[in-house]
């Protein structure tokens, strides 16, 4: 190691918390705490564990490069396999000694060259390091819709499942056609005696193959990892990324024709009857809203007893959902599949920086951070997942990994007893806002719909640009874009 050790602060333990954990404790540095306000590793993938939780980016690209797992049972795997493969690889790296379960963090305040953390039960904590590995969908959103409370049977978000409910042969409603409803509703429709989907926004959805992988494959992956190598960056894998990513920056790319054209075909070819085919076709771009991977989605929409109501909710009575048009749905069991508030990042907790700095204030126009790492005022602080970063189809785990990396070059000038503090300068954030937010304007995001992507202002929080270009400029921080703090 070179240097000296330095004590970090990792807030939650999450995907990305666990990562900074893994990646500190590799180099030889044990000195540091995770703060987890759950009672298990795993965050998103705690967190939401709805019939039908899995993660449409391939399984052997969503692991860590250094903890392949070639025992995925299929080509995009289920939730709770994901989150026992978290735990896991938590408890192997030794990591889960070094967890504060239970304790949600109030406050982090940067005082004398160190960060000083309270947590809600009054614990006090120092470091030199702050890691925000807070997420960003982990706010439910409930929809605004009236007549909730009047509402006299069971309903809950999609992030928090009450498996106490019974499903099998229940007239259930779920309310959201983003990735999770579509989930839902997929697993749900051969369970539910009657089943409706309300679909604000119709979705365009691209076909993925349902591939479990046999004993034989697991085998072939554990015994050769090229082959894992070749599921997550061979030919196909950068062929499928660079399509994607060429949609992503121009609208207006033949890659973006060819995804709209498969979509269509999609819809084209799975549902025959007009009448819903209609109902399910959005009125924007392909890859305009997140896109949705789904194998299953079009059969289970068509399958008996499956209903889609894309009318307008008049309001929620108390034994089921009104429409505009008069017609009521009686309902058992009511979802929420209305998405996450994703403004929010590492809040409600307060983050105050050199000389009081409240984040609050520093992001009173919405978040931002220079690179999506780093933010002016916050020394020695870094978002991992944080605003602006890659979205979309991209695997986080990946983006994570190169966001660490870029990070951690800068604690070397902590460690090598050259700064006491690093924090990018407020030009270079200025810049970066001013060039990303131009870019932003003409990426796919921006093209005509609503989305979690967009700013108050309808402009996309996302990086703009090539996955090689976040790759390049992650390799090394210009340290020119930096204020070295010494003592
Ligand atoms: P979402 O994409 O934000 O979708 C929320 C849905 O709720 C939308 O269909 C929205 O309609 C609807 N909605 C919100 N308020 C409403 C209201 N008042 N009345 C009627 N409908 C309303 O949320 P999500 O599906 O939970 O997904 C969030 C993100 O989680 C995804 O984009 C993805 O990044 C991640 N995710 C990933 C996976 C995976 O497989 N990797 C799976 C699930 C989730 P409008 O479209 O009209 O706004």
Wanted: net charge negative; charged share 25%.
């Amino acid at each position: 190691m070179a240097g000296r050790e330095l004590r970090s602060i990792i807030i939650g333990a999450g995907m990305a918390g666990l990562l900074a954990a893994i990646r500190l404790k590799a180099r030889g540095e044990t000195d540091f705490t995770i703060y987890e306000k759950g009672d298990k590793v795993g965050g998103t993938w705690r967190e939401n564990t709805y019939p039908g939780l899995a993660c449409d980016t391939p399984a052997h690209s969503y692991t860590y490069s250094f903890a392949y797992n070639p025992d995925w049972s299929a080509y995009y795997a289920p939730g709770p396999e994901i989150r026992e493969y978290f735990e896991r690889v938590a408890r192997e790296h030794g990591i889960l000694e070094h967890i504060r379960f239970n304790t949600e963090v109030e406050s982090a305040e940067w005082k004398d060259g160190q960060w000083h953390v309270r947590t809600r039960d009054g614990t006090e904590d120092h470091a030199e390091v702050l890691v925000a590995a807070t997420g960003v969908l982990h706010h439910p959103l409930i929809a605004d819709i009236p007549g909730l409370d009047t509402f006299e049977r069971p309903w809950f978000h999609s992030a928090r499942w009450d498996h106490s409910i019974p499903l099998d042969g229940k007239r259930i409603g779920v309310i959201g056609s983003g990735s999770t409803g579509v989930q839902i509703i997929a697993a749900l429709s051969t369970r539910a005696g009657r089943l409706v989907h309300f679909q604000r926004t119709a979705q365009w959805i691209m076909p993925c193959p349902a591939t479990k992988y046999s004993a034989e494959e697991r085998r072939a992956f554990r015994e050769n990892p090229a082959l894992i190598d070749e599921v997550r960056s061979g030919p196909d894998a950068a062929a499928r990324r660079a399509r994607f990513q060429s949609a992503i920056i121009d609208a207006n790319s033949p890659q973006l024709l060819e995804i709209q054209d498969i979509v269509e075909r999609n819809l084209d070819e799975s549902v025959k009857d007009p009448a819903l085919k209609a109902k399910l076709t959005p009125n924007y771009r392909a890859a305009c809203k997140r896109m949705i991977f789904s194998p299953d989605y079009y059969a289970a929409i068509q399958r008996p007893g499956v209903y889609l109501e894309n009318g307008e909710i008049d309001r929620i009575m108390p034994k089921g959902v009104q429409m505009k048009d008069g017609t009521f749905h009686e309902l058992d069991l009511l979802v929420m599949a209305t998405g996450f508030r994703v403004d929010q990042f590492v809040r409600p907790m307060k983050v105050f920086g050199e000389d009081g700095l409240a984040l609050d204030d520093f992001w009173a126009k919405g978040p931002r951070a220079y690179y999506a790492v780093t933010v002016p005022g916050f020394p020695n602080m870094v978002l991992l997942n944080g605003p602006t970063g890659p979205v979309g189809n991209f695997s986080l785990i990946d983006v994570a990994e190169l966001q660490w990396n870029y990070f951690d070059q800068l604690l070397d000038r902590v460690r090598s007893g050259s700064a006491t503090g690093v924090s990018p300068t407020l030009a270079a954030l200025e810049r970066y806002e001013s060039e990303r937010n131009e870019a932003a304007r003409k990426t796919v995001f921006a093209s005509g719909c609503k989305s979690w992507y967009l700013d108050a202002n309808g402009i996309p929080q996302v990086w703009p640009w090539s996955w090689a270009h976040f790759t390049q400029v992650m390799e090394h921080p210009c340290l020119e874009d930096y204020h070295i703090n010494t003592a």
